[in-house]
């Protein structure tokens, strides 16, 4: 009975809340139409070093300066100018160091483990972020919703596999803050639709590069400070794939990654579907559990096809993947699981449904802009830079990367909105991820569910 409540509870929540602001503050904000400059006009350099070098278009390490350097600013995340810095340092088997300026933070063991050494070597010295965190929440649920959504999302915590639910725990312990804002940081985006993303994908025919590419913006609510306290965490959790992603301490899941698979991943809220799906399912996995198992545990495009089967999901999704062999985005309902792949060697994805028995009128400038790649006949890492810059959504565009999924290389740029006027930098993954031959468990496992 008490279950049963919770489920309506949460439903209710979803609905009013969702239906404050529907479907974005990505979305109503920010996706108003507008005349994005023509991608690929000035072809910028990739930056390697943030001193003004160019980047190897393999192995991510300094290259030659023959090149002109970008033109485009440092992000202070980067050049140092930022308010905050996270300070380099080791604890138990993790450490957090800068790589081209860039703070990357590697960290090893169980779950437990791992969210010690992030509490201790990020959310500590960054304690800030969670209070923003618990700001924005209480700007954002209205004061007469929040008991029920604090329920929802303590019924919600309830169904973390317990590997998450010690990552967070010991992530609070560590770094001494209020677990329950962790707790609604990792919930909260189930019942409010916040992020909305971009994706571009492009094959290795289609590549100038010699490989496929994967490039992408990560668009967030905007949070004044919070995109400061970005870096790059390279996870190496016990009995699973390695896997490096741009995050935020106190985050299970940031919507993008890539393990030493070489796969590449990234998800994209969605509204309700045309068949009329219900856009929220307690019974289901929450996009921060789903998103990790995804990348823990899967190696290819065809395990990534195959895993929401096996996987119910709390909300609607898009999911894009990436890998040597091919690319597809998975259009994952709480019915049903549709899949498009790659178009003449070019795949998209943004905030809404594109597969014919799910896609409504919805139209997305953003989407327009990212399948306008199909004029041009290659693509390499400048041009998709281009795409991804004319998709921004200002402010709330805090990450954008290329991933470069065969020689594990990623392209990154971190901080205040847009993330796309600013340099890329270029950091070679295959040493800091390890070797690929990583065993992990089966894609179709489900473990540790519940208490």
């Not at 201790?120 to 700001?135: N, S």
Request: glycine share 10%; charged share 20%; with cysteine.
């Amino acid at each position: 009975m008490f279950r049963a409540v919770l489920l309506i509870v949460a439903a209710i929540v979803c609905v009013l809340v969702a239906g404050i602001r529907p479907h974005a503050t990505a979305a109503s904000e920010l996706d108003a139409p507008k005349a994005p400059a023509e991608p690929g006009q000035r072809a910028s350099a990739v930056a390697g070093p943030w001193t003004g070098g160019t980047a190897s278009r393999s192995g991510g390490e300094e290259g030659s300066n023959t090149r002109k350097p970008q033109t485009r600013p440092i992000s202070p995340v980067i050049n140092g100018n930022a308010v905050f810095r996270y300070p380099e340092g080791r604890y138990g088997s993790g450490e957090l160091r800068y790589i081209k300026g860039v703070p990357v933070l590697i960290v090893r063991g169980s779950h437990r483990e791992i969210g010690e050494q992030i509490g201790r070597l990020a959310l500590k010295p960054a304690a800030q972020v969670a209070d923003l965190v618990g700001t924005y929440a209480n700007q954002n649920i209205p004061k007469a919703l929040r008991p029920l959504a604090d329920a929802a999302v303590r019924s919600m915590y309830a169904k973390f596999p317990r590997e998450y639910r010690e990552e967070l725990e010991a992530m609070a312990a560590a770094a001494d803050v209020d677990l329950s804002v962790l707790v609604t940081a990792n919930t909260i985006i189930d019942l409010y639709e916040m992020i909305g993303c971009s994706s571009l994908m492009v094959s290795s025919a289609r590549s100038t590069t010699g490989g496929p590419l994967y490039s992408r913006n990560v668009d967030a609510p905007y949070v004044k400070g919070l995109a400061e306290f970005s870096l790059l965490i390279v996870y190496h959790p016990d009995g699973c794939h390695a896997f490096a992603m741009p995050n935020l301490p106190g985050f299970l899941m940031f919507s993008s990654g890539m393990n030493c698979r070489g796969l590449a991943v990234g998800s994209h809220s969605v509204p309700a579907p045309l068949d009329r799906s219900e856009r929220f399912d307690l019974a289901g996995e929450s996009s921060a559990v789903a998103g990790r198992r995804l990348i823990e545990g899967c190696g290819t495009v065809d395990e990534v096809r195959n895993w929401p089967e096996q996987h119910r999901l709390m909300r609607c999704v898009s999911i894009a993947a990436c890998d040597r062999d091919g690319q597809c985005v998975l259009e994952v309902t709480t019915k049903r699981v549709l899949s498009r792949s790659s178009k003449d060697g070019l795949c998209c994805a943004t905030n809404h449904f594109r597969h014919d028995d799910l896609a409504g009128d919805e139209k997305c400038w953003r989407y327009d802009v990212l399948d306008g790649a199909r004029k041009k006949d290659r693509l390499g890492i400048e041009e998709v830079a281009a795409f991804m810059k004319a998709a921004n959504q200002g402010k709330m565009t805090i990450h954008t990367m290329v991933f470069e999924v065969s020689p594990l290389v990623i392209h990154l740029a971190m901080g205040p909105g847009p993330a796309t006027d600013y340099r890329l930098t270029s950091i070679g993954l295959s040493g800091l991820l390890g070797p690929t031959t990583t065993t992990a468990p089966s894609p179709r496992r489900q473990s540790n569910q519940g208490p």
